[in-house]
């Protein structure tokens, strides 16, 4: 058996004159390279494409969660939302939503069936959410929030960041309710407020104690003092699978949906030991109750991919990328 | 003198209406508007229930546009309505339509599965039949002529209810097969969710059109 031979010489990087020229010895080091290289990317997972057309969008869909995979289920898909307007309203303080708030997770309708019956006589199914595969269910990016009464300066200091952030699992999702005085969800979040004074962990609104959105694109029923408020569902598009599979995506563009019957309770955590709560509590009238609050995204666009099997959801995801 | 005048007058314009009445008209010879078994044939009286199902190898149809294919299809249909003027042709009989139903359908709309069931509402509607075969169905501000359908779709069931654009349906009456033929007339969604689509037009042809007398007798209009 012939020894195996490096193809330079041992030793790395010297060079032994009259052997080998620089010019050979670099093509060779190259070639070495770029072979190690295509091994390494053959031993590497093959990384799936994002996919594409009716499915742009929807790359984080969690189709190899042990959740989604339950053979029970009677359906499964995924859904992505982008809101690019809008405000949020505690008390007399508004603030505006200038930053794209993104959301994305899977959906199961589990064999119980889960349905909610409207008055005009639909009957839409629940689903239930699974976290993303890729990246966050909800990404946003902190709103400045000026401080009641005090001149912006210094924007962190005499003003405070803003970023909402989930504070638990995303439920009752029902994507027929557009249209329809009823939630397309239930969302608890809390807020997170950055300023050089209020510390790491200062919040409105906790795990424990979350601001319950129920956004709807009908009319909501608040309590009083507000009034009925309506969303919009925008424009509504269906469409099927462009290669036979039975995965629906259903999109709705320009959307609006609202919610003014939330109630924001007490900030935590702001300060040294919690010291600075009192503060934000008095500025922004906290614990607010419901009927004083309210929250509007705009300009939302959703996309959501719906089909009767996993197996047909990961194809029909596959054959779009 | 003037006052004689014109009660002469009078007396022979009395006289003359009478003697036209009293006159077999010449338009009896084609019979009344509706007749049984052939044109000119026996009337069709007042209360007569007329019926019809689908023609032969005909669907009824509600398509989301005028010249595609999207949308509801159901072979099997019926309507019902009962004679409540029969004049002498030419003229128009009325009628009042207490029954139509669309059963057996299915759906291809995209994100739909099926349909659960079609509900023709707010019966019965006022329904007149011409000499020229003109069949018309009209409904009141208070009983509109309108549709529920429930379709079965992925995301759930929708309820979609849809009114008659103009509250009226104008169809075409044949002597051949005895049938009357609706033809893309047009429905707008009332009520329902978005995904309910927005528009729909509903054809159908029905016949032979017959009457519940002895031997269910063929419908003419003449």
Wanted: proline share 9%; aromatic share 6%.
């Amino acid at each position: 058996m012939r020894p195996f031979r490096t193809p330079y010489p041992a030793g790395g990087t010297r060079h032994r004159p009259g052997r080998r020229s620089p010019a050979r010895w670099r093509r060779g080091v190259t070639a070495a390279m770029v072979a190690v290289l295509a091994m390494a990317a053959a031993a590497l997972p093959a990384q799936a494409a994002a996919p594409g057309g009716i499915y742009t969008g929807l790359d984080g869909c969690p189709v190899n969660s042990a959740v989604m995979k339950d053979p029970t289920h009677l359906q499964v898909g995924c859904m992505t939302s982008t809101t690019n307007g809008g405000s949020m309203t505690i008390g007399s303080h508004v603030v505006p939503i200038t930053s794209p708030i993104r959301l994305q997770f899977g959906v199961y309708w589990d064999a119980s069936a889960p349905v909610v019956d409207f008055p005009s006589g639909t009957t839409a199914n629940v689903y239930r959410t699974v976290p993303p595969s890729k990246g966050q269910t909800l990404t946003s990016k902190p709103i400045e929030v000026n401080i009641p009464g005090i001149g912006n300066i210094i924007p962190g200091v005499t003003s405070v960041y803003a970023d909402v952030e989930l504070a638990g699992p995303i439920t009752e999702f029902v994507p027929l309710a557009a249209g329809e005085p009823h939630p397309a969800f239930v969302m608890p979040i809390k807020l997170h407020l950055y300023n050089a004074l209020f510390g790491l962990k200062c919040y409105i609104g906790s795990d424990r104690a979350p601001i319950v959105l129920r956004p709807t694109t009908g009319t909501t029923s608040p309590p009083p003092p507000a009034g009925p408020i309506s969303g919009d569902p925008g424009v509504i598009g269906i469409e099927a699978d462009p290669n036979g599979h039975e995965t629906i995506v259903a999109s709705f563009t320009d959307a609006s949906l609202v919610d003014n019957s939330l109630a924001v309770p007490r900030a935590n955590g702001c300060g040294l030991l919690g010291t600075l709560d009192p503060l934000i509590n008095l500025v922004f009238g906290l614990p607010s109750a419901a009927g004083h609050n309210a929250v509007v995204f705009s300009d939302t666009d959703v996309s959501l991919a719906i089909s009767p099997s996993l197996a047909d959801l990961t194809s029909a995801l596959a054959a779009s990328s | 003198m003037r006052i004689n005048r014109l009660l002469g007058a009078a007396v022979t314009a009395a006289l003359l209406t009478t003697a036209a009445l009293a006159a077999p008209a010449s338009a009896a010879a084609a019979g009344n508007v509706l007749t049984y078994n052939s044109t000119g044939g026996a009337a069709v009286p007042v209360g007569a229930v007329l019926s019809a199902s689908l023609a032969s190898g005909a669907n009824a149809t509600l398509y989301t546009t005028t010249t595609g294919t999207t949308g509801v299809k159901c072979t099997a249909s019926t309507f019902t309505s009962t004679v409540v003027t029969n004049p002498i042709a030419p003229g128009t009989a009325t009628e009042s339509t207490t029954g139509h139903t669309l059963s057996t359908c299915t759906s291809n709309v995209v994100g739909t599965t099926g349909v659960q069931s079609i509900t023709i509402n707010n019966l019965p509607f006022a329904t007149t039949s011409s000499s020229a075969g003109v069949v018309t169905i009209t409904g009141t501000a208070a009983a509109p002529i309108q549709t529920t359908m429930v379709l079965r779709s992925l995301l759930g069931n929708l309820t979609c209810v849809y009114r008659a654009t103009g509250n009226t349906l104008t169809g075409a009456s044949s002597n051949v097969g005895n049938t009357i033929t609706f033809t893309n007339q047009p429905f707008a969604k009332y009520s329902g969710p978005v995904t309910c689509p927005a528009n729909g037009y509903f054809s159908a042809k029905y016949g032979p059109v017959r009457g519940n007398a002895a031997g269910s007798p063929l419908v003419f209009v003449n």
